[in-house]
């Protein structure tokens, strides 16, 4: 009979693992054989926006991935996340943003000037956020 298979620990982001991954989002470093250098990311209020709207809420990556920009009241923060499908198994609730993520998530739709309310918040689907997030690490 095999043991019990234990899952891996999970620990909590330290102050200093969020500076990295903020600062991640920030800049690209680039390697070359003579040298290396850093650039701005052209999606830097994107990522910024999407890492601390992870951090303020408990949402899913799937639930981010249906966010409209109507959900999102860019005033109070409030986010509201509706039900997946039929609604059976996922309940409409409300999440909050903090001062310094919906400020991050003011800059970045300011810079998408041609949004509209049906539009998705993000247009990215769920393999693309994983990607992201383990390209910033």
């Known amino acids: 009979m095999h043991p019990p298979k234990q899952d ?11 500076r990295k991954l903020l600062k991640g989002c920030e800049k690209n470093v680039i390697s070359t054989e003579r040298r290396s250098y850093t650039t701005k990311r052209p ?9 601390l709207l992870f951090l303020d ?18 005033e109070t923060g409030e986010i509201l996340v509706a039900p997946h499908g039929s609604g059976q198994k996922t309940k409409p609730r409300t999440a909050y943003l903090g001062r310094v993520a919906l400020r991050a998530m003011w800059l970045y739709i300011a810079k998408r000037p041609n949004l509209v309310k049906k539009d998705k918040l993000f247009e990215m689907d769920e393999d693309s956020i994983r990607s992201l997030f383990k390209c910033l690490n």
Do not use: F
């Not at 999970?10 to 200093?16: H, M, N, R």
């Not at 999606?43 to 890492?51: F, G, I, P, W, Y």
């Not at 809420?57 to 860019?74: A, K, M």
């Open 43 to 51: 999606t830097a209020n994107r990522d910024k926006a999407l890492l």
């Open 8 to 18: 891996p620990e999970i620990l909590p982001l330290t102050e200093d693992d969020i």
């Open 57 to 74: 809420t408990d949402l899913r990556v799937s639930e981010v991935c249906r966010l409209r920009v109507e959900d999102l009241n860019q």
